[in-house]
Structure formats: C-alpha cells, structure tokens
C-alpha cells in the first residue's frame, strides 16, 4: 500500500534550495540575491565569494546545495545551469529593548529572513 509520491514542486529540468532563519534583514538579502539572478552558476558562484556583504558566505551555501539538488536528485548538468529565480522572504522577528531617559523604553527589531534559489539547466546555443 503506503502513500503515493509527492508530485515536483519544480520542473523536470529546475532544482530548488531553501535556507530559512537567516540573521539579516530581508532587505539587505535581497541585495545580494540581485547580484545572483539569472547569471550562470559559475558567474554567481565567483560573485558571492568576492561580494563584501557578511551574508553573501549564506547565499553561496544556498547556491551550492541548489546545485547538489539539481545534480544528485535530478541528474541535471553542472556546466548548463542558470539561477532562474533567487527570492528572499521575511521571517521572524525577535524584539528587543534599550532602555531609554525618562523611563522610557525604545524598542530594537532583529529581523530574519529566509532564501529560495531557483536552477535551471538551460542549453547553450554554440
């Protein structure tokens, strides 16, 4: 018996990678997913190892395990492959407090953020 298999969220040809809880805002991840969109695999990969960004070491991580999808889940070739889709959702949000003068109390928001990168194997035209 047992269940039947869960149909891909993705096509035959794409594999995807999520990375959640990331301790950045979704604003400046999105800045260093931009980089990203749809460059080579290689390209990006380059990219985010000399981006000055602090985040950018999370976003290669992202990368690189989207590719091990794509090439041990889905037999997809490594050199063909193109970040389709790179897009940063917000997660959430610890609060936080300094107290202030006058008995006041301001507050400090630590936002996280969670990834989603998007490889498709695209053919090259020679």
Do not use: W
Request: charged share 35%.
């Amino acid at each position: 018996m047992g269940k039947d298999k869960n149909p891909r969220r993705v096509a035959d040809n794409e594999a995807r990678a999520k990375l959640r809880m990331l301790k950045t805002s979704p604003q400046k991840l999105n800045l260093v997913a931009g980089l990203i969109r749809g460059k080579k695999v290689e390209k990006a990969l380059t990219d985010l190892t000399f981006s000055k960004k602090r985040i950018a070491i999370d976003v290669k991580k992202c990368l690189q395990s989207a590719i091990a999808n794509a090439e041990n889940n889905h037999g997809l070739d490594v050199d063909e492959l193109v970040v389709t889709e790179a897009y940063v959702g917000k997660n959430l949000v610890m609060k936080r407090g300094r107290p202030r003068a006058r008995g006041r109390f301001g507050r400090i928001h630590k936002p996280f953020a969670e990834l989603t990168i998007t490889v498709r194997q695209v053919e090259e035209t020679a």
